[in-house]
């Protein structure tokens, strides 16, 4: 049996106490959880966040796991969205020593246990389930598995930037040009078909996580690149996702 067969099921509510937080800028906030009775994720799970204001109202988001599973925290990375409810008040509020409600892991499609040939394509903060699989195969030893493509607008607007670069992820600006290693430049663009083809080869799936928009595009060029429909995972984290 592999880790995605062996997927925990839903849990019930329990509580995360913040233990570490990280704002990144204006844009995006780093949360560090402990978790009573945890159970272990997969990477690709994620949690239900849900906030309690003192006259019972609640609020209640998902939240994709950063973590490995091996980490004893569970970590997730929020982006602030301007008005938005339950990202705000944790860019804006959250503290150590907060208690959460969270229920988790869920998820049983979006996941991989480290046997297959996969890419990953995300756009802005869609690369959160990403990390979790790319640490889980820096562990494992598995990373020949796992390639990974980033996109942002800017390289400030893309969470784990670092750690993406050193993973050996590809990452393409679409408002900033980047410098390549052979010393020329990758002109400010979307992805093109082109960079996803060597990807793409050999590959048995592929995640795509990102926007509604973002994951509408990937999913025409991953078919341009010869990619079947059938072997493409979609998580969508807009406001229809
Ligand atoms: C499975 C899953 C995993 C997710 N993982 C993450 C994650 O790891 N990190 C993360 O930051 N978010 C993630 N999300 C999105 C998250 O659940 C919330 O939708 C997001 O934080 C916005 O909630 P809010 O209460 O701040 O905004 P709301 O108050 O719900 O919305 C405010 C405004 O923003 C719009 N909006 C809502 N969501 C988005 C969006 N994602 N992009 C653009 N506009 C939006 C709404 O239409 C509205 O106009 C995930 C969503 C899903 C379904």
């Keep these: 049996m592999t880790a995605e067969t062996q997927q925990p099921v839903a849990s019930s509510w329990t509580t995360g106490t913040v233990r570490e937080v990280e704002r990144i800028g204006d844009n995006f906030v780093r949360l560090r959880l402990e978790v009573a009775d945890r159970t272990d994720h997969v990477p690709g799970q994620h949690y239900v966040l849900r906030l309690r204001a003192p006259d019972g109202y609640t609020a209640q988001r998902s939240y994709s796991i950063a973590s490995d599973p091996d980490d004893p925290l569970v970590e997730l990375l929020v982006e602030c969205l301007p008005r938005g409810e339950v990202s705000s008040f944790l860019h804006e509020v959250a503290e150590v020593g907060d208690e959460f409600e969270l229920r988790g892991p869920i998820g049983r499609w979006f996941v991989w246990g480290g046997t297959t040939p996969s890419l990953c394509v995300a756009g802005g903060s869609g690369v959160v389930p990403f990390v979790s699989m790319m640490r889980y195969a820096r562990r494992t030893g598995t990373e020949p598995l796992l390639r990974v493509v980033a996109s942002a607008q800017h390289r400030d607007k893309l969470p784990y930037a670092d750690e993406l670069e050193s993973y050996g992820a590809f990452i393409a600006l679409t408002r900033e040009n980047q410098p390549l290693p052979d010393g020329s430049e990758r002109v ?54």
């Design 188 to 241: 400010a663009a979307h992805i093109y078909p082109e960079e996803i083809v060597p990807l793409a080869d050999g590959i048995e799936r592929a995640y795509v996580c990102g926007s509604v928009g973002f994951v509408s595009f990937v999913g025409r060029i991953l078919g341009e690149a010869g990619v079947r429909s059938d072997a493409v995972r979609v998580e969508q984290f807009g406001p229809t996702g």
